[in-house]
């Protein structure tokens, strides 16, 4: 057996489980998946996808023989000495991370010195070390440990599996599973940052808490932009040149969503005040968060005297484009504040419609994006699909009652929508 075709175990096929799973049977490994909901299991093996990622079913299907899907653990620890752990870590009511999932999984393991649980799920700092002290009291103290977060962002997971910024490896151990794991991880010639569980754990919570505040940052920038007459996307151009900053993360909008940014940030806020330290800025980034999803409607009243009655389209519902994901989307914060101040709201998402309908079963979908234009008083790009950036203006205005336009994602063409009559505005560009 060659380094780069050890065979894993995947434990939970969610997004990252999933994409962990296909990313290294296309490397050449067999994969044993595992998850405890059969329905799930059931529609894999038939080689249904139980979520949109592109790409994602066209590998499934051409890495079939190497995939095996099972609702037991029996086949992977059977099969691979490396078992990924990549489970659910929803917050609690509390706001820490729910570590019910991990702990399910950690009890179930049998015990072995051949095999290594691989965290993937993201825990809290401290999370590996209390597992470790776990499986020493149950008798399992042989069975290796190794912390290796996950990355990945939904709408481009593939991607990201085969092109990582970098690889993290933590392990407090002999090290053998953590050397098994970087084996894994060398075809895809990304930097290692080997490290031991603790600091491993924090680089993610750090990663994700960052990008979280540098979207809060520039969000509270575009909303002193719209104050002072400064247009945000050249201030954005302009600060991103610096190296020390980067461009990337610097695009305001109305708010991140997503499962990972508002959970990690409140993990690690919660994370340090358990350990009796108030991290005030992590603070600021949510609540800043919540406002701005809130944005877009003085920008409604400011143009109307009441909501109650007028006719609003929002234009996507997913929390970005390329994923039917509607976990933490502005768009279900706006559909209910809207909804609350009597607006009658119609909505179009290519893909997240369905998604959305479990969570808002009273909002109004259209089946086209014509559908949520049709009659309304105004328009607001909730999500940047490139189907709604191609839109055309001209037909548009004619087909809308009144003539605003609000682009939540400062992603549409502003002059060719002024061109065609409609009164536009962006965030923070004056
Ligand atoms: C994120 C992290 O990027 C990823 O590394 C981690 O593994 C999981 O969490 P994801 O939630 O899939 O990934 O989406 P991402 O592309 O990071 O976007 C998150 C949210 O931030 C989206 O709602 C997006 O619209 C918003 N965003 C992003 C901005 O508002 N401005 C930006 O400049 C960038």
């Given at each position: 057996?060659?380094?780069?075709?050890?065979?894993?175990?995947?434990?939970?096929?969610?997004?990252v489980?999933?994409?962990?799973?296909?990313?290294?049977?296309?490397?050449g490994s067999e994969?044993?998946?595992?998850?405890?909901?059969?329905?799930?299991?059931?529609?894999?093996?038939?080689?249904?996808?139980?979520?949109?990622?592109?790409?994602?079913?066209e590998?499934?299907?051409?890495n079939?023989?190497?995939?095996?899907?099972s609702?037991?653990?029996?086949?992977?620890?059977?099969?691979?000495?490396?078992?990924?752990?990549?489970?659910?870590?929803?917050?609690?009511?509390?706001?820490?991370?729910?570590?019910?999932?991990?702990?399910?999984?950690?009890?179930?393991m049998?015990?072995?010195?051949?095999?290594?649980?691989?965290m993937?799920?993201?825990?809290?700092?401290g999370?590996?070390?209390?597992?470790?002290?776990?499986?020493?009291?149950?008798?399992?103290g042989?069975?290796?440990?190794?912390?290796?977060?996950?990355?990945?962002?939904?709408?481009?997971?593939?991607?990201?599996?085969?092109?990582?910024?970098?690889?993290v490896?933590?392990?407090?151990g002999?090290?053998?599973?953590?050397?098994?794991?970087?084996?894994?991880?060398?075809?895809l010639?990304?930097?290692?940052?080997?490290?031991?569980?603790?600091?491993a754990?924090?680089?993610?919570?750090?990663?994700?808490?960052?990008?979280a505040?540098?979207?809060?940052?520039?969000?509270e920038?575009?909303?002193?932009?719209?104050?002072?007459?400064?247009?945000?996307?050249?201030?954005?151009?302009?600060?991103?040149?610096?190296?020390?900053?980067?461009?990337?993360?610097?695009?305001?909008?109305?708010?991140?969503?997503?499962?990972?940014?508002?959970?990690?940030?409140?993990?690690?806020?919660?994370?340090?005040?358990?350990?009796?330290?108030?991290?005030?800025?992590?603070?600021?980034?949510?609540?800043?968060?919540?406002?701005?999803?809130?944005?877009?409607?003085?920008k409604?009243?400011?143009?109307?005297?009441?909501?109650?009655?007028?006719?609003?389209?929002?234009?996507?519902?997913?929390?970005?484009?390329?994923?039917?994901?509607m976990?933490?989307a502005?768009?279900?914060?706006?559909?209910?504040r809207?909804?609350?101040?009597?607006?009658?709201?119609?909505?179009?998402?290519?893909?997240?419609?369905?998604?959305?309908?479990?969570?808002?079963?009273?909002?109004?979908?259209?089946?086209?994006?014509?559908?949520?234009?049709?009659?309304?008083?105004?328009?607001?790009?909730?999500?940047?699909w490139?189907?709604f950036?191609?839109?055309?203006?001209?037909?548009?205005?004619?087909?809308?009652?009144?003539n605003?336009?609000?682009?939540g994602r400062?992603?549409?063409?502003?002059?060719?929508?002024?061109?065609?009559?409609?009164d536009?505005?962006?965030?923070?560009?004056?």
């Open positions: 057996m060659t380094a780069a075709r050890e065979p894993i175990g995947v434990i939970g096929t969610g997004y489980g999933l994409v962990t799973a296909v990313g290294f049977a296309e490397l994969v044993y998946c595992v998850d405890i909901d059969h329905a799930k299991i059931e529609l894999l093996s038939r080689g249904e996808v139980p979520i949109y990622e592109p790409g994602l079913a590998l499934i299907a051409r079939g023989e190497r995939l095996h899907f609702t037991s653990l029996d086949e992977a620890v059977a099969g691979a000495r490396l078992l990924f752990v990549s489970v659910g870590t929803p917050p609690t009511y509390a706001g820490d991370a729910d570590l019910s999932a991990v702990l399910a999984v950690v009890e179930a049998p015990a072995s010195a051949e095999h290594a649980l691989v993937k799920s993201t825990v809290p700092c999370t590996g070390r209390s597992i470790v002290r776990m499986l020493v009291e149950a008798g399992k042989d069975l290796a440990y190794v912390s290796c977060p996950e990355f990945l962002k939904e709408g481009s997971a593939l991607a990201d599996f085969t092109h990582p910024d970098r690889v490896v933590g392990d407090d002999d090290g053998w599973a953590a050397d098994a794991v970087s084996e894994l991880y060398a075809p010639g990304a930097p290692l940052v080997r490290t031991d569980v603790a600091s754990e924090m680089i993610k919570l750090a990663s994700n808490a960052f990008l505040t540098k979207i809060s940052f520039i969000n920038i575009a909303n002193v932009c719209e104050e002072t007459g400064a247009n945000v996307l050249e201030v954005a151009r302009g600060v991103g040149l610096d190296q020390r900053i980067g461009p990337k993360f610097l695009s305001a909008g109305i708010g991140y969503g997503g499962s990972c940014f508002s959970k990690d940030v409140s993990a690690l806020k919660l994370l340090a005040a358990n350990s009796g330290y108030h991290f005030q800025l992590l603070s600021a980034v949510t609540e800043v968060n919540e406002l701005q999803k809130r944005r877009v409607l003085s409604l009243t400011k143009r109307f005297d009441a909501l109650a009655g007028r006719r609003i389209g929002l234009l996507g519902l997913a929390f970005k484009p390329n994923t039917d994901d976990r933490g502005s768009s279900l914060v706006l559909a209910a809207l909804s609350a101040e009597g607006a009658q709201v119609r909505a179009f998402d290519p893909i997240a419609t369905d998604e959305a309908r479990k969570i808002m079963p009273e909002l109004d979908c259209a089946d086209s994006v014509e559908g949520a234009i049709a009659g309304a008083d105004a328009i607001v790009l909730v999500t940047e490139p189907q950036l191609a839109l055309d203006w001209a037909a548009v205005a004619v087909a809308m009652s009144g605003v336009v609000i682009d400062n992603a549409l063409d502003g002059r060719a929508v002024a061109a065609a009559g409609l536009y505005e962006g965030i923070g560009i004056g």
